[in-house]
């Protein structure tokens, strides 16, 4: 893919549409995240967090809820 050609179409979306094709290049690459291999560092970085949420799980902020804010953030 030639991203010099590619950027410019994709600038050329609305931005409803542009966070919309980014959602689905995330969710193609979660459908194959079994096939990559994590580092030390990012190992050891998801055991802390999952500690933390153990020791705080009313911190933790539903997914959903971000992206509502977010969207919300964009459009204005």
């Known amino acids: 893919m ?11 979306l609305s931005v ?9 290049i995330w969710d193609s690459i979660g459908a194959e995240s079994e096939q ?13 967090r999952l500690v933390e949420r153990k020791a705080s799980p009313e911190a933790v902020v539903p997914w959903s809820e971000i992206k ?3 969207l919300k953030r964009v459009r204005r």
Request: charge should be negative; proline fraction near 3%; aromatic fraction near 0%.
């Open 2 to 12: 030639d991203l010099a050609v590619t950027l410019p179409e994709i600038k050329i």
């Open 16 to 24: 409803d549409d542009r966070i919309r094709l980014v959602q689905a």
């Open 36 to 48: 990559l291999e994590l580092t030390k560092s990012q190992t050891q970085e998801l055991s802390r």
């Open 68 to 70: 509502a804010q977010a």
